[in-house]
T-cell receptor, first 114, second 113 residues
Framework: DTEVTQTPKHLVMGMTNKKSLKCEQHMGHRAMYWYKQKAKKPPELMFVYSYEKLSINESVPSRFSPECPNSSLLNLHLHALQPEDSALYLC?????????????FGSGTRLTVV | EDQVTQSPEALRLQEGESSSLNCSYT??????LFWYRQDPGKGPEFLFTLYSAGEEKEKERLKATLTKKESFLHITAPKPEDSATYLCAVPSDRGSTLGRLYFGRGTQLTVWP
């Protein structure tokens, strides 16, 4: 299995809703990442988990709350989002943090905040 | 200061018309350079990793090369299905941001029949 699976593929939520994005990989990778990508822009790093511990938080607002329950699973909990948070949210993994063999990305969750 | 710069921003080619995309980088301790293909609304799809100057890798109609300051993605006899945005990325060379990928803005390639 060489895939990163993200669910749901699409999500529409109101500004008062609470929702979660899920990411799963079974490649034995010990580093997992959340990226945010706006239209026509490159992906921007949000969080890095290494061995299930938060390693990097790129000053992301607290309405985004990451969680890594185990080595295969990464969640992103969303609460009280703003319309400007609408974007493609990408999960990625690598063998270790800072790996230079490659990073595998999921297909993303298209989030729309109304 | 941008770590990765890609050019051109957009490229339109007729089917069969070969060309090259450029990626220049400024990180000092290169720990690999990655090329990805991204289709609209999808995640980046891994193409190549290059590690050292002079290295070349090929996959179907694509060939990636690396020098000390830049990389090229050569597309030979492209087909319409090669239309996508091609992203170049390098991992951070700083301990405090280990694991962060610096992406270029991408080259949007359109191949028309």
């Amino acid at each position: 299995d060489t895939e990163v699976t993200q669910t749901p593929k699409h999500l529409v939520m109101g500004m008062t809703n609470k929702k979660s994005l899920k990411c799963e990989q079974h490649m034995g990778h010990r580093a997992m990442y959340w990226y945010k990508q706006k239209a026509k822009k490159p992906p921007e790093l949000m969080f890095v988990y290494s061995y299930e511990k938060l390693s990097i938080n790129e000053s992301v607002p607290s309405r985004f709350s990451p969680e890594c329950p185990n080595s295969s699973l990464l969640n992103l909990h969303l609460h009280a989002l703003q319309p400007e948070d609408s974007a493609l949210y990408l999960c990625a993994s690598s063998q270790i943090q800072g790996d230079y063999y490659g990073y595998t990305f999921g297909s993303g969750t298209r989030l729309t905040v109304v | 200061e941008d770590q990765v710069t890609q050019s051109p921003e957009a490229l339109r080619l007729q089917e069969g018309e070969s060309s090259s995309l450029n990626c220049s980088y400024t990180v000092s301790g290169l720990r690999g350079l990655f090329w990805y293909r991204q289709d609209p609304g999808k995640g980046p799809e891994f193409l190549f990793t290059l590690y050292s100057a002079g290295e070349e890798k090929e996959k179907e109609r694509l060939k990636a090369t690396l020098t000390k300051k830049e990389s090229f993605l050569h597309i030979t006899a492209p087909k319409p299905e090669d239309s996508a945005t091609y992203l170049c990325a390098v991992p951070s060379d700083r301990g405090s941001t280990l694991g962060r990928l610096y992406f270029g803005r991408g080259t949007q390639l359109t191949v028309w029949p």
